[in-house]
């Protein structure tokens, strides 16, 4: 495997460890282009610039890095890694130089690589390290993110209109309590009575409050960062899943009915539909991308979606929860709570839907279909999960009162490497 890397990589680097054409003005064309190329977000042109100007001059460890940082915007993430251990080699160990090396390892998810390269730069001269100190600080917050985990302490006050000691029990639904990138520890204060209650995947707490009283939900909340690498997606080829699963494949209710069957959703997953699970996802993530735009809509069902071209976060968990199904990949919409970052908070009202898809062996692997990156690079210690809808045809995540339609106070106590 080892050896098969590094031929692809020698392969693609190739063109450039050719002799340079000394010719300053077609350099400087061809950098101009990638300029502009940049501007629009084009980065695979603005690659192919770069590689054309570095045919005509040697180009600074600017260029290099560069050409590192546009490949792997544009998802060429092995090239990206090569072209960045090229410039160090070429252009010496700098503050720049390491940390585009270490942005181009975490792509490919070699977080060990990147923390050796960060842990590099703690050792160079003022002069190595240049302006780059910004830059440096920046990766290691991404990459404490993909890996790490934030603690926080949260408390909501609620007030579900439940009438008091001669009503029934109102039904809450919690943040999930069993799922593996998650901790929620939490008390009920000021009502008259409370049980914790799950069924099947989902937690509850029925309360019976005082009436005309909000009551109050304080919680210690640990939440993990979930982060693959384009490495490992690129060594997942079963197509496999349990056979439970099968209803993850048919139609759903998400506000309308989500149908697989559907032909203008089929006919893109089928444009979708690659060689193995991982790329068929990751073709999905990247057809949203390019022809739905994050703007609300009326539209409600998946046909309408597609064609309006545009949505919020809860049409395109959907549209992409359905279009996995379609491609053949059992696939939930999820549900949840999108916490700040660092520091306190006060009203924090992040509802928010991703997904889920099952990719063999790994499982249920979380997706945030607003990211085309989020497949390999998910982390997301901010998203705190209530539940994964859709298992079943009749199984609805808003037929429930959800803790995730209220605003909560908060802080982040620590974030820090998982243990």
């Known amino acids: 495997m080892a050896s098969r890397f590094l031929l692809v990589l020698l392969l693609a680097l190739s063109p450039l460890l050719l002799a340079a054409t000394d010719n300053p003005d077609l350099y400087q064309q061809a950098m101009q282009k990638a300029e502009e190329a940049k501007a629009k977000r084009d980065y695979p042109a603005m690659a192919s610039a770069i590689r054309l100007a570095l045919k005509y001059g040697p180009g600074k460890e600017y260029d290099w890095r560069s050409l590192a940082w546009s490949l792997h915007h544009a ?46 730069i703690d050792a160079l001269s003022p002069e190595d390290l240049g302006t780059a100190q910004g830059a440096i600080d920046d990766t290691r917050r991404r990459l404490l993110d993909l890996t790490g985990q934030r603690r926080y302490e949260l408390t909501w006050k609620i007030d579900m209109k439940q009438g008091g000691p001669d009503k029934p029990a109102r039904r809450l639904l919690m943040p999930r309590l069993q799922d593996p990138r998650q901790t929620v520890e939490f008390t009920v ?13 989902r937690d509850f707490i029925d309360v019976v409050k005082k009436p005309g009283e909000p009551f109050v939900i304080k919680a210690q909340v640990t939440i993990r960062g979930y982060a693959l690498g384009y490495a490992k997606l690129e060594s997942l080829s079963s197509p496999a899943f349990p056979k439970e699963l099968q209803d993850c494949l048919g139609p759903f209710q998400h506000c309308a009915t989500f149908d697989p069957a559907s032909p203008l959703v089929s006919r893109i997953a089928g444009m979708c539909r690659s060689t193995t699970p991982a790329r068929t996802v990751q073709n999905l993530l990247n057809w949203l991308r390019d022809n739905m735009h994050y703007e609300d809509t009326k ?12 949505g919020v976060c809860h049409h395109y968990c959907s549209t992409f929860t359905v279009l996995c199904r379609a491609a053949g990949l059992p696939a939930q919409v999820a549900h949840g709570l999108v916490l700040k970052g660092e520091g306190e908070f006060t009203n924090n009202h992040g509802s928010h839907g991703w997904a889920s898809v099952y990719l063999d062996p790994l499982g249920w692997v979380p997706v945030d279909p607003l990211d085309a990156n989020s497949l390999a690079l998910f982390g997301r210690s901010n998203y705190l999960l209530t539940d994964y809808a859709n298992a079943t045809a009749d199984d609805n995540h808003f037929a429930y009162h959800s803790i995730q339609g209220y605003q909560c106070d908060g802080k982040v106590v620590a974030i820090e490497p998982q243990p």
């Open 189 to 201: 204060e000021n009502v008259l009575q409370w049980e914790k209650v799950s069924e099947g995947p």
């Open 75 to 120: 998802g060429q993430w092995q090239d990206s890694l090569g072209v960045a251990q090229e410039n160090v080699k070429r252009n010496g160990v700098t503050g720049w130089s390491l940390e585009q090396l270490a942005e181009s390892q975490m792509g490919v998810g070699d977080w060990g690589g990147a923390r050796d390269t960060l842990r590099r």
């Open 299 to 310: 539209s409600s069902t998946p046909e309408e979606i597609l064609a309006g071209g545009q």
